[in-house]
T-cell receptor
């Protein structure tokens, strides 16, 4: 069965420090992978996606993620965190079929940023 | 262009009541999906519709139902509400059922 694991429930980093959020997935075929960000009480905003090709993908707000098939991972990184990055981050795997599909989400990682 | 719009933004219902949530997709998107997000968890897939037909259903009881209209908007209905149905309900649209763009959600509180 498909699943997504985000091992870290809560991470705190200092403003200006680098960030890496971990994501591991379980999926039988080539995965479609996503990272979303959610501010309190808000919907989800797509940060980046991986469908195929280059395993290092760039997203909005200076985020990037690297797909590693051998490790079944899709970790999110940012070289320098800003206070406005504090939010909940969700990794998801897409299960798509003809004109249909769904996203399977991890439990999320809450990011706090220290001044 | 307008994004995905959901209404209402908040509502409070009593146990046993019924509720209808509404979603308008991004213009040109023909697929709408619904997700339930309980506090502290990731969203869980409920339904996906494409061209007014149900294309996918998650592991939710029959109290949950949905439909999609000719203009591609959608409604999610929940009958016989339970306290455990309290959650943020998210609607997402996509051109054909792939990459999803989410609305701001409807916060449902069941008392």
């Amino acid at each position: 069965a498909q699943s997504v694991t985000q091992p870290d429930i809560h991470i705190t980093v200092s403003e200006g420090a680098s960030l890496e959020l971990r994501c591991n997935y379980s999926y039988g075929a080539t995965p479609y992978l996503f990272w979303y960000v959610q501010s309190p009480g808000q919907g989800l905003q797509l940060l980046l996606k991986y469908f195929s090709g280059d395993t290092l993908v760039q997203g909005i707000k200076g985020f990037e993620a690297e797909f590693k098939r051998s490790q079944s991972s899709f970790n999110l990184r940012k070289p320098s965190v800003h206070w406005s990055d504090a939010a909940e981050y969700f990794c998801a795997v897409g299960v798509f079929y003809n004109q249909g599909g769904k996203l399977i989400f991890g439990q999320g990682t809450e990011l706090s940023v220290k001044p | 262009d307008a994004g995905v719009t959901q209404s209402p933004t908040h509502l409070i219902k009593t146990r046993g009541q019924q509720v209808t949530l509404r979603c308008s997709p991004i213009s040109g998107h023909k697929s709408v999906s619904w997700y339930q997000q309980v506090l502290g968890q990731g969203p869980q897939f409920i339904f996906q519709y494409y061209e007014k037909e149900e294309r996918g259903r998650g592991n939710f009881p029959d109290r949950f139902s949905a439909r999609q209209f000719p203009n591609y908007s959608s409604e999610l209905n929940v009958n016989a509400l339970l306290l455990g149905d309290s959650a943020l309900y998210l609607c997402a649209s996509s051109p054909r059922g792939g990459e999803a763009f989410f609305g701001q959600g409807t916060r449902l509180t069941v008392v």
